[in-house]
């Protein structure tokens, strides 16, 4: 298992500022995943955050607009630059430790972060 | 790009009534189902994984069936409880091995007292 603390937990700010969202785990993992969920849609893969290595972004998700840090296994930050009302989120971290390759495990969130963008 | 949907979107049940909702998935290049709760300001927790067609699998009230062949799971709620309301999410990874995880919209369970 792992246990992943995520904050801050909710924010409001102003359009065209920057957010910086952090993720500890309790355990050293090789992979973080960011998500969001927007108003009435689905949890999206951001991101995917690896140590050691640029961050693989997802179709539709840049750099410069979501830049993430792993500078060790068991810590990630994903920043919401130049915030838009249509950022307005709940931005997710995410491990699925694995003990072996191909094992089905489960994932563990943090407990998310609510930002509002007025 | 892996295609998961949920129904319903949404769904208000009475203290006490049992229920169930649906998560389908492209029945190729199965590999493994996941379901989630996610209670209002909480973290997702996970319920059940499944990866073998005609899998049945429960946690207290909460059930779950899987048919890989037809794309499909169940996740079943038997005398439903306050303690239930959440959004239930299903997910499954793209390929074997892939730790990605594709998510539906959810269902969003409101138990009525």
Not at chain 1, 16 to 39: A, E, H, K, N
Not at chain 1, 60 to 75: A, C, H, Q, W, Y
Not at chain 2, 27 to 52: C, D, G
């Amino acid at each position: 298992s792992a246990v992943i603390s995520q904050k801050p937990s909710r924010d409001i700010c102003q359009r065209g500022t920057s957010l910086t969202i952090q993720c500890q785990v309790d355990s050293q993992v090789t992979m973080m995943f960011w998500y969001r969920q927007q108003p009435g849609q689905s949890l999206t893969l951001i991101a995917t955050a690896n140590q050691g290595s640029e961050a693989t972004y997802e179709s539709g998700f840049v750099i410069d607009k979501f830049p993430i840090s792993r500078p060790n296994l068991t810590f990630s930050t994903l920043t919401v630059s130049n915030m838009s009302p249509e950022d307005s989120s709940i931005y997710l971290c995410s491990v699925r430790p694995i003990h072996r390759r191909g094992m089905n495990t489960e994932a563990f969130f943090g407990q998310g972060t609510r930002l509002t963008v007025v | 790009i892996l295609n998961v949907e949920q129904s319903p979107q949404s769904l208000h049940v009475q203290e006490g009534d049992s229920t169930n909702f649906t998560c389908s998935f492209p029945s190729s290049n199965f590999y493994a189902l996941h379901w989630y709760r996610w209670e209002t300001a909480k973290s997702p927790e996970a319920l059940f994984v499944m990866t073998l067609n005609g899998d049945e699998k429960k946690k207290g009230r909460i059930s779950a069936t899987l048919n890989t062949k037809e794309g499909y799971s169940y996740l079943y709620i038997k005398g439903s409880q306050p303690e239930d309301s959440a959004t239930y999410l299903c997910a499954s990874p793209a390929n074997f091995g892939n730790e990605k995880l594709t998510f539906g919209t959810g269902t969003r369970l409101t138990i009525i007292p």
